[in-house]
DNA sequence: ATGGTGGGTTCCCCA
């Protein structure tokens, strides 16, 4: 008899925890994941609002900076072996990453740099920072465990990813360096866990509030994603694209995205 | 259309 596991991992770019708490308050109440992976929380430790969410029963692990990135992890099981960062990082590091292991599952949550547009240094540092990804993929997550490494990757798969495939081709987000580099971290044997269970075209996880693409027809992008090692892939019953929440009032640029294992 | 909107901070940056 093994540990029954029935766990709702969800992954949530919410631009500014702060900001965003009108929103992710009622939602975490209404969908009750037991672990909630969370980028752009835009604020220092200190000022994470922890009451709020802790009193709907979550632990909070978090790694964040004033201003830009930040990263979270709320789990209603106690987290264990929490990392936070790259390896051999200085404390100026942006704060883009951080694990832990949660009912036995490994989870890397990763908000990967955006990169701004091919070519730019920005870009350059997207490569080399996703290389550095794939290192500690490589190196400290065995892929005969249930590995869970998910987060904002900005970047796309194919076309399928993408509402206007032309308009972005070799544009940002979509270009074949970057689609390597996540090939690259993938290479140990994770897989795009959203892609075994829908092969559809036109399921999107980012709309930018600029072209205001989600109001005008679901001009989006998918680049938040869940990879998992065989056995996770393996308990993985669903992934769902929660597009309820990117709608209504002062919603973020992006919906979660909700995976089953079970 | 080299913008547009939105968040955070500072008189602009990043997405």
């Known amino acids: 008899m093994g540990i ?6 969800a992954t949530w770019n919410v631009n500014s925890v702060r900001a965003r708490l009108p929103r992710l308050l009622p939602w975490l109440e209404q969908r009750r994941p037991d672990v909630v992976c969370l980028q752009e929380t835009k604020c220092l430790d200190e000022v994470f609002p922890r009451e709020p969410i802790e009193d709907l029963g979550y632990h909070i692990e978090c ?13 209603k099981s106690t987290p264990e072996d929490v990392i936070r960062g790259l390896p ?25 740099v955006n990169g701004k547009e091919v070519g730019s240094d920005k870009y350059a540092y997207k490569l080399e920072w996703m290389d550095r990804v794939a290192e500690l993929v490589a190196s400290n997550y065995p892929m005969d465990e249930k590995v869970v490494v998910t987060g ?24 074949e360096a970057e689609r390597a580099a996540m090939a ?13 269970h829908c092969e559809e075209e036109g399921q999107f996880t980012w ?7 989600f109001q005008r ?3 989006g992008l998918r680049i938040d994603h869940f990879l ?20 209504g009032e002062k919603p973020s640029d992006h919906a979660p995205v909700i995976a089953t294992l079970s």
């Open 4 to 9: 029954v596991l029935l766990m709702d991992i």
């Open 63 to 75: 790694f964040g900076q004033k201003t830009y990135n930040g990263v979270a992890i709320l789990s």
């Open 88 to 112: 051999g990082e200085g404390e100026d590091a942006d704060k883009r990453v951080i694990g832990a292991i949660v009912d036995g599952v490994m989870i890397l949550n990763l908000y990967v």
């Open 152 to 175: 904002d990757f900005n970047v796309t798969f194919d076309d399928r990813d993408i509402a206007e495939p032309d308009l972005w081709r070799n544009k940002i987000l979509c270009s």
């Open 184 to 196: 690259k971290i993938m290479e140990p044997g994770l897989s795009d866990a959203f892609r075994v």
């Open 207 to 213: 709309w930018d509030f600029r072209t205001r693409g």
């Open 217 to 219: 027809g679901n001009r």
């Open 228 to 247: 998992m090692s065989p056995p996770a892939i393996e308990a993985c019953t669903q992934v769902m694209i929660d597009r309820e929440a990117r709608d």
